[in-house]
């Protein structure tokens, strides 16, 4: 007599699953909130010589104890990977690597790429780009906004994140308008609102981008996928009776 089991070992991959989306909804609440504190921690130590409405958040990487941004950036960036992998397997969709993940899997290296090519700080106290860390700023606002747009779209065919897909679209308009005006307007030295690049890049951070991720994330911590019914035990059994 010969037996094979299956029903364990598809309980098991299945547990892996939702084990990999929770941890990648907690990566998608906790990500931008520690990345928020941090940075905003960061600025009330540095009042004196910091202006958030003027200098963007990479500017902390400039002056002293830099290497702390250039951490929250790391740790900010791994988290938003983790919570692409966790939307990739709690968001219904079809293929191994569905539009919207991927796209915010991308946008994920955008802060790692702002670590590894800081700004710096010239001897007269200017905060200056060394090269690189340009395309750091452009991977993560135009890849986290093109994500909401794809996600928005995927989103509305399920019925647990359709209540989502509208204000996801939205967020991805606003935060690629954002994208546009800081990247034309406020970002380039000597641009009209170059006084007021740290403005609006928080402006797009805090009232757009991480208010959609977190809500898509305390979304995806309450999906089926997540919290998948517990199978029952079963067994598939293969017998042969002898002759």
Known sequence: MNTT????????????VASSVRLGALAGIVGPLLFTLTFFVQEAFRRDEFSPVAEPVSALEAGPNGWIQQVNFVVFGLMIFAFAVGL????PGTGTWTLGP?????AAFGPILAAVFPLREDAAGVTYDPG???VSGV?????????????????????HWRGLATYTATCGVLA?????????LAIPEGAPLHDYAGLAQRTVLLLVT????VALALRLRTSPAAHPTAPSEQAI??????R
């Open 5 to 16: 089991t299956l029903g364990g070992e598809t309980a098991t991959t299945t547990d892996r």
């Open 88 to 91: 990739n397997r709690g968001v």
């Open 102 to 106: 991927a796209l915010l899997g991308i």
């Open 132 to 134: 690189g860390h340009f």
């Open 139 to 159: 991977t993560f606002f135009l890849g986290t906004s093109l994500a909401l747009l794809a996600l928005a779209r995927q989103l509305s065919r399920d019925a």
């Open 176 to 184: 690629l308008i954002g994208f546009v005006v800081m990247g034309l």
């Open 210 to 213: 991480f208010p959609c991720l």
């Open 237 to 242: 059994h293969t017998q042969g009776s002898p």
